[in-house]
């Protein structure tokens, strides 16, 4: 099957780079982590593709063939409705892997016809103690004081960059656990068991407890969730953060389960 390329431009005049399958299977449109592009799905496209289903990748607006432009929610949805409309897809499921896993969690909250929207491990950086489960009042002011720190040595370390600045600034007043309470379609969450981090030697036993603890505490959230908005599901992987790259195989089957197609 031959697959095509589009240069797609979206209400604000960006362009975003697409490739679509094509097909008449049901439609999956793929969205990718913050740094990536479209090429991070090299694995996982084609197992949905043979299993028929019809497989759309963009590159998130800055990244990859899409234009150069500043981040927004409002936005990045925008591009992804540009997408669907502009292809003629219908329902199709939206997957997203970290900052592209936020986006189809928004899909979520928007789109009450859509079959399935999945967020694999996308989530917020800890803002406080109470992000962080099995552990005691005291060792959870302790956890954040060294996440807090660790983020800030990071930072310390980097050259000022407005761009991040700018996008690091959209998640001002951004709550995604509220945004899983209010989905409208079936939202499926996968989240990973493991930190990449967790084996750096350089890194304090302190900071690496408490990265534990914070995925702890978003399992915690996920459930309460899940228990208020049926719509809302959760599973977990035995990787680090890039769940599609380190278990393609099997994420395919889950979201095949899930979509309702079969291999």
């Given amino acids: 099957m031959r697959v095509s390329e589009h240069l797609i431009r979206t209400p604000d005049g960006v362009h975003v780079a697409v490739r679509d399958s094509g097909g008449d299977g049901p439609a999956a449109l793929l969205l990718h982590g913050r740094g990536r592009d479209s090429q991070d799905w090299h694995q996982v496209a084609p197992l949905l593709l043979n299993a028929g289903l019809r497989v759309v ?30 292809l003629g897809l219908t329902r199709p499921a ?9 986006v189809a969690t928004l899909w979520a909250r ?14 917020q950086d800890p803002k406080g103690p109470h992000d962080y489960a099995g552990l005691d009042p005291d060792e959870a002011l ?12 990071l930072d310390a370390e980097e050259e000022p960059d407005p761009a991040l600045e700018q996008y690091l600034g959209t998640f001002e007043g951004f709550d995604l656990v509220e ?9 499926l969450v996968v989240c990973a068991e493991h930190d990449e981090d967790e084996e750096d030697d350089e890194l304090s036993p302190e900071v690496v407890e408490a990265f534990a603890a914070h995925r702890r505490g978003l ?45």
């Fill in 57 to 86: 990748t963009m590159d998130l607006r800055g990244h990859g063939g899409s234009d150069p432009a500043p981040w927004g929610w409002d936005e990045a949805l925008a591009d992804v409705e540009s997408v669907v409309n502009h």
């Fill in 94 to 102: 939206v997957i997203g892997h970290s900052l592209g896993g936020m």
């Fill in 110 to 123: 928007s789109h009450a016809d859509c079959p399935l929207a999945v967020n694999l491990d996308g989530h």
């Fill in 142 to 153: 302790a956890a954040h004081a060294a996440v807090t720190a660790f983020f800030a040595e």
């Fill in 219 to 263: 399992v915690r959230d996920l459930a309460a969730v899940s228990a208020q908005n049926p719509l809302v599901s959760f599973t977990t992987f035995p990787t680090t953060h890039e769940i599609h790259l380190e278990a393609p195989e099997d994420l395919a089957k889950l979201l095949l389960g899930r979509i309702g197609t079969t291999a």
């Fill in 179 to 187: 945004v899983y309470r209010a989905a409208r379609c079936p939202l």
